[in-house]
């Protein structure tokens, strides 16, 4: 699929330059008919001259033949004043329009730029999605809406993903998304094109996937309402007007009306995306199923804690620890190292052990008490398992849908 959809852009890319090769030839052939229509007048009007010269260079032999060459010479010169007349009135008219063709020639061409980048940008496949192409238009919409979704989605507590790209990544978003590396040999604006493709693969799975069930999508124009809304919101904390931000976002030539098409579907793949996970209702066999493949995101640990400067002072000694106070978490709580040993399937009450903290140099003895399982019934769980099985339907759906990343145009991140 792949070799037969490049060849079908090299076939359309050889058309185009076919038809500009042979404007070309046409405009260059046309110049030259001009220019040699020019040539033949000057020609004539110079061999005018010089036969009307070489007529008045002759001289009479007899005063009656003097008498006449005066008569034939004045007739003459009257000829040729109203002859160069002629010509210079005929060739002003045919030199205005020249002048006009080619400055009509002029604004046809640059005006056939803009529709040439228009074209290129709203029609011309940038990327193809089992078989239906997607224009660098299309596939621009995607990338400014994929950044945007991912920048202000919460990454933890009210630290956002934006937040964390800035602070730890050294992502800045003041800078030009190509000019920033991401790692290694790829840029942020590998990264948020890597992004965008992934986005145009699952909405095109779910579009498919709605089709397929017969799903109805009635809230198309509200939604769209609220999307507008967003809009006017977001430009207006950037202190942006509504166009100058969709233009920030979605590119310079971007706007809701050409744009709305797209943002319709992907209103409605969010749409057949919820319709998916709400409609899911896990029984209790499958929440026990999943609850017993996830035990230490939900189960919850009583045990007892004691940080120290040094690992001395934890109060270790060869046969046991001496830990004072209590604390009650669930596994997210605490850190990796400390939650790895407390919810090991094999621990027991009084075990006890000393982690290190690298962050702060110290030292915690930790002993622990008792694991707590986790109800079926609880919230957090059901809308765990909601979630797995929204993912599973997600990847089937998407791994449907072939992308055809068409000349590359997009740097896959391996």
Known sequence: MASKNHKLVRELDEKERMKLEKKKAHEAKKQERIEKAIAREDEKRRALAAKEAAKAAQKPESEDEAAETVKATSFDKKRERRAKERAAAKRDKFIGKVVGVCCLVALIGAGAGYAGWNYYTSTVKYLAVDGQNVSKAEFDYHYGHAKEKILTMNFYDSMTYGDYFTQYLGYDASKADSEQTYQNSYTWEDFFKNQAMTEIQTQAGLLKGASEAGFDYTN????????????????????????????????????????????????????????????????????????????????????????????????????????????????????????????????????????SNASDNTYTAVMFDSRNAASITDETLVAGCRSEHLNVTLNELTTSVKVDNVRNHVKEIS
């Open 220 to 355: 198309g124009d509200s939604d769209f309402e609220s999307f507008k809304n967003d809009i006017k919101d977001a430009a207006a904390a950037k202190g942006v007007t509504e166009e100058e931000y969709i233009k920030s976002v979605y590119g310079d030539k971007a706007n809701l009306d050409s744009m709305k098409d797209w943002i319709m579907d992907t209103l409605k793949a969010d749409a057949y995306n919820n319709y998916l996970s709400d409609s899911y209702n896990p029984t209790d066999e499958e929440l026990k199923t999943y609850y017993e493949s996830n035990k230490s995101m939900y189960d919850t640990v009583d045990y007892k804690y004691y940080t120290a400067e040094s690992e001395d002072d934890t109060g270790r000694t060869d046969d046991a620890i001496s830990v004072t106070g209590s604390n009650y978490q669930t596994v997210s709580a605490v850190n990796t190292q400390m939650a790895s040993w407390l919810f090991d399937d094999t621990r027991k009450t009084g075990d006890a052990t000393v982690v």
